[in-house]
C-alpha cells in the first residue's frame, strides 16, 4: 500500500533486519517519535490503521499497535473512535502552529510554512530567470501592437477556452523546430503556467486514489498538483541517468501518471537516455498510464547537442507535453502550455471548455508576435550565452570559495547547480541561515519524498544573480555550512 | 445517497405513486431509456449500485435489479464484473460521440459538447459586459504606469502567491466602502478570476464525495468546480427569494458547502432576504459548513438600495466571499478574488503556497491605481447607467417584439433578463438555432441539475449588446421559438 499522503511516505520505508539492528518495534517507535518531534507529522495527522501499516512494512500487526499504545501513554499520539491521531505538541521548538482540521485532509499535508505568505527577492533563487537582462522595451512594444491592433476590444472578452489560435499555432511551429515535438496547434492548451497544465493532467486523467510515480528527489510543484488531485504518489528513485523502473514496479505498482523532467532533470541535472525513453513509452502503452514530460528548461542546454523532447519519439503515444515560457521570457507572465495527444483531444474538450475561461489575450497575442517575429529566439539565444558564461564562473567559485566537501550534479543545462554535501552538512539548516543573508538556494532533502542520507544538499540558481557575486556568497555559504555542521 | 455525478441526479427524483401512475419498474426503465437515448448518460458511465439507488428512490432493490437485466437485454447497458454500464450507442442521433473512457470518471460526466474548443463573438451573450465602452486608453495608461515605475523589471519575477499586496489592499478599501465587506488585505487572495476562487474553496475545504449545495438553477461554473472536485451536488431549489433550506434538510443532507449568490440569484435574479441570510449563516456555524458568497455583479443595481454582503453580516463566520472584475472591467483580464475568514487564514498560508505562483503583477498593479485614482468608481457609475438603460430597453422590445407567452424574471441588478417560457417552447432548441443568428442566449434548463417543468426559458444578456437590435433580435428569437413549439 502507498500512502496518498506524500510527507508520511517515510513511514512505509522498510525497516532493518540486519544482525545488528535494533528490533523492528523500537525502529518503528524511533521513526514515528522522530517524524512528530520534527513536525513530519503535525498534530491532527492521521496515522495509517495498523493492518494496513503492518501489511506494508511486512511485519506482525501486533508489532504495530504495540508501538501506537506506547505512543498513546507517552502523549504523542490519541487513540481516537476513528483511529489514531498525532496529539498537539507543546514543546513548541517546530516554527508552525499545527493547522486545525478545518481544511481537506490532502491540504493538511502540505508541509507548514516557516515563512509567511509573502515573497521576497534573493539571491541564487532556483528557477528564476535573469530578469535585469529582460528585452522589458521590445515587449512593451508588442503588447502596444496587441493593444493598438483593429480587434484590440473584441480581445477583451472571455476567448477560446484552450488561448488564443495565434500563440497556439506560434508555439507548435516553434516546438517543431526547437524540441522535436510534434503537434498541430489545436492540441496545444495554454495554462497559467506549468503549474496549471499538470492540475490539467492530473483532472482529466486521475481519480482520486490513483498511482502517480515522480521523480524522487524531483519537482515539488508537481507533487502539489498531484497532492491536491488526492493522488498516491510512489517517489522513484532518481540515478545519474534519471528515473529508473523495472518492469517489476510497473508490474507490481502501475501507475496511472508519471512524472518525468527526460531533457534536465529537476533538481539533479540528468538527462534520459533515449533507450529509457523508448522503454517508458511502451510500458506505459501496455500498462494504460499516461506520462508527463515537463520541458521546463531545455531552451538553455550548455554542452553537447540538443536532445530532443520524449514527445517526439511517441507519435501519437501516451506523451503529454508541459512547457513553459516562466523561464524563457519571465515568471510573472504566468504563460504555459500543455501539448494533449491526438487521442485524448476529442475527449477532453467538455471538460476543458467547463473548466477554463481563456484570457489574457493581449498577453498571448503579443508573445505570439514576439515569436513569429523572430525576438524570442534572439532573446532565448543571449540568455544561453549568459547563463552558460554565469554557470562557468559559479562552477569556478564553488571550487574557489565553497571550501567545504561537496560534488556537483549536472550542469549540462537550464540555470542552477545542485551541489551535494556530507550528512554532517544538513542542508535544511544551512538554507534556513542562508535566507538571512538575502540567498534562496534551496535544501536538496526537500525535493524528496523520501529522503535518503545522499539527498542532502543544496540547489543553487544561478539566473538570477550576476557572477560578481558569486565569490562572497559562496564563501558566505561555506561558513554556514561549518555553521550548521557543529550544532 | 446523492450521486457525485451531478447529471444523474435525475436519477434520483422519486418516482410517482399516484394510482394513475404506470408500475415503479416501468417508470424506471423509461427514465434510464430516455436518458441513455438523449445522452445524458453517456456510454461507459456506471450507473448506481441496485442497492443504492433502491434505498434512494424507496424502492425494493428487486425492481432496480429487474429494470437493469432488461436494459442489458436491450443492449443499452453492460453488465460488468464491477457494475453496470452505459454501452456504446450507435444510433447516432446525439450530436458529440461517447468520450472514450481515457478519462478519469468525473470528467466523463461534463455534458458532450455541440461545438467545438473554439470562441465566437456574439450578441445577448449573459456575462459579458459592454466591451466596446471600456476605456481602454485609461486602461492602458494605468498599465503603462505599472511598467514604466521604477520596480517594474522586478515585478517580471514570481511573486506573492496570494497576488500583489497593492491590489489586495485596494479591493479590501473598496469592498468595505461598496459592498460592506469587513476584511484586512491579508484575507484577500487574488485569483485567475471568479472560477479560480470556486475551485480554491473545493480544494482547500472539501475531500472527495462532500455534499455540496447548489442552487436550481445556478451557475454553472460552480457545478464544473465542483465536480472537479469529486463533490456530491445536492441541487436546492431556488423561489423567489432565492435559495430556500429546511432544517430537514440541514439535518438529513448536511453540507461541507452552500453556494449562493445572494445580492443577484444567477440565473433567476432573486435577492436573498436577510433573514433567510441569518438562517443559513447559524446553520453552517452549527453544521459546520462554509459559505460561497459569489458576488458576481452586484455592482450594477438598477432598483432600490444596494444590498450589502452576507460576509458583513457573518464577522469571523462561515462566509468565503468570492469577487471578479470579469463584469466590471473586462474577462479577458481574468482577475477575481477570494475573501478568506480569519479562521481560515493560518491554515491555508501552506496550501496556497503551494498551489499558487501569484503573476500578473503589472496587470494588479495597474487595476490596483485604476481603484485607488477613482477611474475605477467612475467607470462603474457610466457603467451602471448604461446597463440600467439597456435593460429598459430590453423590457420594452420584450413587450414589443418577442409575441410568445413568457414571464421575465429578475432584473433589479445585473447585465441579464430570464425569460420563462411554457414547455412547450423547449429553450435547448431556440438557443440551439439561435446561434446560427449569431445570438448566444442561454437555455434556462441548462443551469438546472434536476429541470423541472418550469425550469423552460431563456437567458439574455442584455451587457454587449446595443439597444438598438434589441427588437429585430427578439423578434428573431420570438419566430425561432414559434417554429420550436412545432418540431
Same mark, same amino acid.
Given at each position: 500500500?502507498?500512502?496518498?499522503?506524500?510527507?508520511?511516505?517515510? +513511514?512505509?520505508?522498510?525497516?532493518?533486519?540486519?544482525?545488528?539492528?535494533?528490533?523492528?518495534?523500537?525502529?518503528?517507535? %524511533?521513526?514515528?517519535? %522522530?517524524?512528530?518531534?520534527?513536525?513530519?507529522?503535525?498534530?491532527?495527522?492521521?496515522?495509517?490503521?495498523?493492518?494496513?501499516?503492518?501489511?506494508?512494512?511486512?511485519?506482525?500487526?501486533?508489532?504495530?499497535?504495540?508501538?501506537?499504545?506506547?505512543?498513546?501513554?507517552? *502523549?504523542?499520539?490519541?487513540?481516537?473512535?476513528?483511529?489514531?491521531?498525532?496529539?498537539?505538541?507543546?514543546?513548541?521548538?517546530?516554527?508552525?502552529?499545527?493547522?486545525?482540521?478545518?481544511?481537506?485532509?490532502?491540504?493538511?499535508?502540505?508541509?507548514?510554512?516557516?515563512?509567511?505568505?509573502?515573497?521576497?527577492?534573493?539571491?541564487?533563487?532556483?528557477?528564476?530567470? &535573469?530578469?535585469?537582462?529582460?528585452?522589458?522595451? &521590445?515587449?512593451?512594444?508588442?503588447?502596444?501592437?496587441?493593444?493598438?491592433?483593429?480587434?484590440?476590444?473584441?480581445?477583451?472578452?472571455? *476567448?477560446?477556452?484552450?488561448?488564443?489560435?495565434?500563440?497556439?499555432?506560434?508555439?507548435?511551429?516553434?516546438?517543431?523546430?526547437?524540441?522535436?515535438?510534434?503537434?498541430?496547434?489545436?492540441?496545444?492548451?495554454?495554462?497559467?503556467?506549468?503549474?496549471?497544465?499538470?492540475?490539467?493532467?492530473?483532472? +482529466?486523467?486521475?481519480?482520486?486514489?490513483?498511482?502517480?510515480?515522480?521523480?524522487?528527489?524531483?519537482?515539488?510543484?508537481?507533487?502539489?498538483?498531484?497532492?491536491?488531485?488526492?493522488?498516491?504518489?510512489?517517489?522513484?528513485?532518481?540515478?545519474?541517468?534519471?528515473?529508473?523502473?523495472?518492469?517489476?514496479?510497473?508490474?507490481?505498482?502501475?501507475?496511472?501518471?508519471?512524472?518525468?523532467?527526460?531533457?534536465?532533470?529537476?533538481?539533479?541535472?540528468?538527462?534520459?537516455?533515449?533507450?529509457?525513453?523508448?522503454?517508458?513509452?511502451?510500458?506505459?502503452?501496455?500498462? *494504460?498510464?499516461?506520462?508527463?514530460?515537463?520541458?521546463?528548461?531545455?531552451?538553455?542546454?550548455?554542452?553537447?547537442?540538443?536532445?530532443? %523532447?520524449?514527445?517526439?519519439?511517441?507519435?501519437?503515444?501516451?506523451?503529454?507535453?508541459?512547457?513553459?515560457?516562466?523561464?524563457?521570457?519571465?515568471?510573472?507572465?504566468?504563460?504555459?502550455?500543455?501539448?494533449?495527444?491526438?487521442?485524448?483531444?476529442?475527449?477532453?474538450?467538455?471538460?476543458?471548455?467547463?473548466?477554463?475561461? *481563456?484570457?489574457?489575450?493581449?498577453?498571448?497575442?503579443?508573445?505570439?508576435?514576439?515569436?513569429?517575429?523572430?525576438?524570442?529566439?534572439?532573446?532565448?539565444?543571449?540568455?544561453?550565452?549568459?547563463?552558460?558564461?554565469?554557470?562557468?564562473?559559479?562552477?569556478?567559485?564553488?571550487?574557489?570559495?565553497?571550501?567545504?566537501?561537496?560534488?556537483?550534479?549536472?550542469?549540462?543545462?537550464?540555470?542552477?547547480?545542485?551541489?551535494?554535501?556530507?550528512?554532517?552538512?544538513?542542508?535544511?539548516?544551512? %538554507?534556513?541561515?542562508?535566507?538571512?543573508?538575502?540567498?534562496?538556494?534551496?535544501?536538496?532533502?526537500?525535493?524528496?519524498?523520501?529522503?535518503?542520507?545522499?539527498?542532502?544538499?543544496?540547489?543553487?540558481?544561478?539566473?538570477?544573480?550576476?557572477?560578481?557575486?558569486?565569490?562572497?556568497?559562496?564563501?558566505?555559504?561555506?561558513?554556514?555550512?561549518?555553521?550548521?555542521?557543529?550544532?
Amino acid at each position: 500500500m502507498i500512502s496518498n499522503t506524500y510527507p508520511q511516505t517515510f +513511514l512505509e520505508l522498510p525497516l532493518s533486519r540486519d544482525a545488528g539492528a535494533a528490533p523492528l518495534q523500537r525502529q518503528l517507535h %524511533a521513526r514515528l517519535q %522522530a517524524a512528530i518531534l520534527g513536525g513530519k507529522l503535525p498534530a491532527g495527522t492521521c496515522l495509517p490503521g495498523s493492518r494496513a501499516l503492518a501489511t506494508t512494512l511486512g511485519i506482525a500487526r501486533n508489532t504495530v499497535t504495540a508501538v501506537y499504545e506506547q505512543l498513546a501513554v507517552e *502523549g504523542y499520539v490519541l487513540a481516537q473512535r476513528q483511529g489514531t491521531q498525532v496529539a498537539p505538541q507543546w514543546h513548541g521548538d517546530t516554527a508552525a502552529p499545527a493547522p486545525p482540521c478545518v481544511l481537506a485532509q490532502r491540504m493538511q499535508q502540505f508541509a507548514p510554512l516557516r515563512t509567511a505568505l509573502s515573497y521576497r527577492p534573493a539571491a541564487l533563487r532556483p528557477g528564476e530567470p &535573469a530578469l535585469s537582462q529582460f528585452p522589458l522595451a &521590445a515587449w512593451r512594444r508588442a503588447l502596444d501592437l496587441a493593444y493598438r491592433d483593429g480587434s484590440a476590444a473584441a480581445a477583451l472578452a472571455y *476567448g477560446e477556452p484552450a488561448g488564443e489560435p495565434a500563440l497556439r499555432a506560434a508555439i507548435s511551429r516553434y516546438l517543431a523546430v526547437a524540441r522535436g515535438v510534434s503537434c498541430r496547434a489545436e492540441q496545444i492548451i495554454i495554462t497559467e503556467g506549468a503549474q496549471e497544465a499538470l492540475t490539467l493532467c492530473v483532472r +482529466l486523467l486521475t481519480n482520486p486514489g490513483d498511482t502517480a510515480w515522480v521523480e524522487d528527489p524531483g519537482y515539488r510543484g508537481a507533487k502539489a498538483a498531484m497532492q491536491a488531485g488526492d493522488l498516491s504518489m510512489l517517489p522513484m528513485r532518481v540515478d545519474g541517468h534519471g528515473l529508473s523502473a523495472t518492469p517489476e514496479d510497473w508490474r507490481e505498482y502501475p501507475p496511472r501518471l508519471v512524472y518525468i523532467t527526460p531533457a534536465h532533470q529537476y533538481p539533479l541535472g540528468a538527462v534520459l537516455p533515449v533507450p529509457r525513453r523508448l522503454q517508458l513509452i511502451e510500458a506505459a502503452r501496455a500498462h *494504460g498510464a499516461w506520462l508527463i514530460e515537463d520541458d521546463y528548461d531545455s531552451e538553455f542546454r550548455h554542452a553537447g547537442e540538443p536532445v530532443a %523532447a520524449m514527445q517526439g519519439l511517441a507519435g501519437d503515444g501516451p506523451v503529454l507535453y508541459v512547457g513553459t515560457f516562466s523561464k524563457t521570457m519571465f515568471p510573472a507572465l504566468r504563460l504555459g502550455f500543455l501539448v494533449l495527444p491526438p487521442a485524448l483531444l476529442a475527449a477532453a474538450q467538455a471538460p476543458l471548455v467547463a473548466m477554463l475561461r *481563456g484570457g489574457h489575450r493581449h498577453e498571448q497575442l503579443a508573445m505570439a508576435h514576439f515569436i513569429d517575429s523572430g525576438q524570442y529566439a534572439r532573446h532565448l539565444g543571449r540568455m544561453r550565452r549568459l547563463y552558460r558564461a554565469r554557470q562557468q564562473a559559479l562552477r569556478e567559485a564553488l571550487a574557489r570559495q565553497f571550501d567545504v566537501p561537496h560534488t556537483v550534479e549536472g550542469g549540462h543545462c537550464g540555470m542552477h547547480l545542485t551541489v551535494r554535501l556530507p550528512p554532517a552538512f544538513p542542508d535544511h539548516v544551512i %538554507a534556513a541561515a542562508a535566507q538571512a543573508y538575502g540567498m534562496a538556494v534551496s535544501p536538496l532533502s526537500g525535493f524528496s519524498l523520501a529522503p535518503r542520507e545522499e539527498d542532502n544538499g543544496l540547489v543553487i540558481g544561478y539566473g538570477n544573480t550576476a557572477p560578481e557575486l558569486y565569490g562572497s556568497l559562496l564563501g558566505r555559504l561555506a561558513m554556514l555550512a561549518r555553521q550548521a555542521s557543529k550544532v
